[in-house]
């Protein structure tokens, strides 16, 4: 009988102890990221107005998407258009993501989330997922993004 209060004992004390080290794990809130749909943004990269984006590693913020765009320009035939929506409860007002003054990597202000240019993925902060990317095609110095988006 003690064997089997004592056995009982230890199986309780063990999944409460599993149990309180679920729910102390750190969660992503399950906001979900609106979408708006938008027509085909077409950039001539000739024109002044986008001449950061004509060496690599140039940016720049556009209008277009939820919150805008950040386009990052990775080599010559590779640009990437990244939601400036912050993944992070992207519901609240401040949710908006920019690029650090360094210019090194993006950051949403209002959580402090931090994103890489390369892929968007989230570098710190609280969110663990990555910025939403939209397709981009360049042909000749005409570069489009549309609402596709690459990562879900």
Partial sequence: MDYSKGLLKSY???VGFFLTLISCQPQEPMDEMPYIMFDPIIINLNFPTYSSLQFDGGYLEIDGG????IIYR??????????RN?????????A?????SSGLFMI?????????FQNGHPLGG??????RRYRTYLQSSELTITDEILNN
């Fill in 12 to 14: 309780i004390i063990l």
């Fill in 96 to 100: 908006t993501v920019n690029v650090d």
């Fill in 66 to 69: 939820i919150r805008g765009i």
């Fill in 126 to 131: 609280p969110t663990f997922f990555p910025l």
């Fill in 74 to 83: 990775e080599s010559t035939t590779t640009y990437h258009a990244y939601e």
């Fill in 108 to 116: 949403d202000p209002c959580c402090s989330s931090t994103f890489n």
């Fill in 86 to 94: 912050c993944p992070y409860l992207p519901n609240e007002a401040c």
